[in-house]
């Protein structure tokens, strides 16, 4: 099973941005589909975006157009770089790894959006 770490959490201003990364223990290449998900506090976990390993791009409505998901292959990293945020973008951010029947989720990073 693949273990996902992710990093580059923070706290950050409004408007501000960050960029989060998830780190594989394999190549995400080899990956079906590697996703960002986040969860505030009271809220179920939500889809922020995702990428397969063909390219294919998904937003949620909330991000589209300020978070962009990207993968480097060589780096066995997938990327999440969010822009012009919003105090209700806080939340603790997970990456996920999902190959058929196979799930697997990192540990979680918090980002918080606050002047």
């Known amino acids: 099973q693949v273990q996902l770490v992710e990093t580059g959490g923070g706290l950050v201003q409004p408007g501000g941005s960050l960029r989060l990364s998830c780190t594989a223990s394999?190549?995400?290449?080899?990956?079906?589909?590697m996703a960002w998900y986040r969860q505030a506090p009271g809220n179920e976990r939500e889809l922020v975006a995702s990428?397969?390993?063909?390219?294919?791009?998904n937003y949620a409505a909330s991000v589209k157009d300020r978070f962009t998901i990207s993968g480097d292959n060589a780096k066995n990293t997938v990327y999440l770089q969010m822009n012009s945020l919003k105090p209700e973008d806080t939340a603790v951010y997970y990456c996920r790894g999902v190959d058929g029947p196979r799930s697997s989720w990192g540990q979680g990073t918090q980002v918080t959006v606050s002047s």
């Open positions: 394999k190549s995400i290449f080899s990956i079906g589909v």
């Open positions: 990428i397969t390993r063909r390219g294919i791009i």
